[in-house]
């Protein structure tokens, strides 16, 4: 269990939700197969082969939304479309206009979904309650905020805001580079993105390249920014920070895994140590990410 995408939630000073509690509201709303008709089912899964939908370790909460979709591209649809209206011409004798197309096509798939195959995704979504933050692994926006809407419906509303910094990551980024010095526990990596802010909005992408010397300072004097930066953090994880604040291509190294495959003798112990280890290293790099960007505004401070 290492996230590898992630996006960084402020959990509401009055939260008070706990384990018990929250394993009982994602209970009442699980995942269910699609029905006949359905295209799409969501709901709450186990994050293990077990009956909990919650895995607990220090105060750290683990849980996961289920999404089954229907598969039906396009293209059976279109291809038995086209077949429909290839039989409807010949018979009748007049060329099938555009709204008949579409009520055929909308009867095709009634048709089809019944037999489609279904497929099965998981958002994982962790709670740290000692920090007052909730994380949820995803690489798009759009899954990180259908965990958010579920839960929200899960819970009778879970107001949480993504984490805000009193610096900018764009301002912190070109800072650090402009200095070709990162802040204290980090060390910059190899990948970078500058954007200009004219309306040309040129990008420079570097990959598996050293960003130091005149080339970097250069493209900053003529006033592009940085969008996307690598970090390795106290040489134990490797991540890019995007303009965003998300934290993409997570990577642990060596150093943290090899604690727990020397330590867990079974699947259950591993997944255990894995996910206290990966809560606690990444809740420290997140508060220390989060102190080299400013700290948060006032009145949005963690909770513990």
Not at 61 to 74: M, Y
Request: glycine fraction near 6%; charged fraction near 25%; hydrophobic fraction near 40%.
């Amino acid at each position: 269990m290492w996230f590898k995408n992630i996006f960084i939630y402020r959990l509401p000073e009055n939260c008070a939700i706990t384990a018990e509690a929250l394993q009982e509201k994602l209970a009442r709303k699980p995942l269910m197969p699609c029905s006949g008709l359905d295209k799409q089912s969501r709901g709450w899964v186990s994050c293990r082969n077990d009956d909990r939908l919650v895995h607990v370790a220090n105060k750290h909460i683990l849980f996961a939304l289920g999404v089954e979709q229907k598969l039906l591209p396009a293209s059976i649809i279109n291809r038995y479309a086209k077949e429909r209206i290839a039989d409807i011409e010949a018979q009748q004798g007049y060329k099938v206009g555009r709204k008949e197309t579409k009520d055929l096509k909308e009867a095709i798939t009634e048709e089809l979904l019944p037999r489609a195959f279904a497929v099965q995704r998981t958002t994982y979504a962790w709670l740290d309650l000692p920090n007052g933050r909730l994380i949820i692994e995803a690489a798009s926006a759009t899954k990180a905020e259908e965990l958010l809407e579920f839960l929200n419906k899960t819970l009778d509303e879970l107001p949480v805001k993504p984490l805000q910094t009193e610096i900018s990551p764009v301002a912190a980024m070109t800072d650090w580079l402009a200095g070709e010095e990162a802040p204290i526990g980090f060390s910059i990596d190899q990948e970078l993105e500058l954007r200009a802010t004219g309306d040309s909005r040129a990008t420079v992408r570097y990959a598996n390249h050293a960003l130091e010397g005149e080339e970097i300072l250069a493209h900053i004097a003529a006033g592009k920014r940085a969008t996307r930066l690598g970090l390795t953090w106290n040489n134990r994880i490797s991540f890019v920070l995007t303009e965003q604040l998300q934290i993409k291509r997570l990577t642990f190294l060596d150093i943290i895994k090899e604690e727990s495959s020397t330590l867990a003798d079974t699947a259950d112990e591993m997944f255990e140590l894995d996910f206290t280890l990966m809560t606690g290293e990444l809740a420290k790099m997140i508060t220390e990410l989060t102190t080299a960007l400013g700290g948060e505004p006032a009145g949005k401070q963690p909770l513990g």
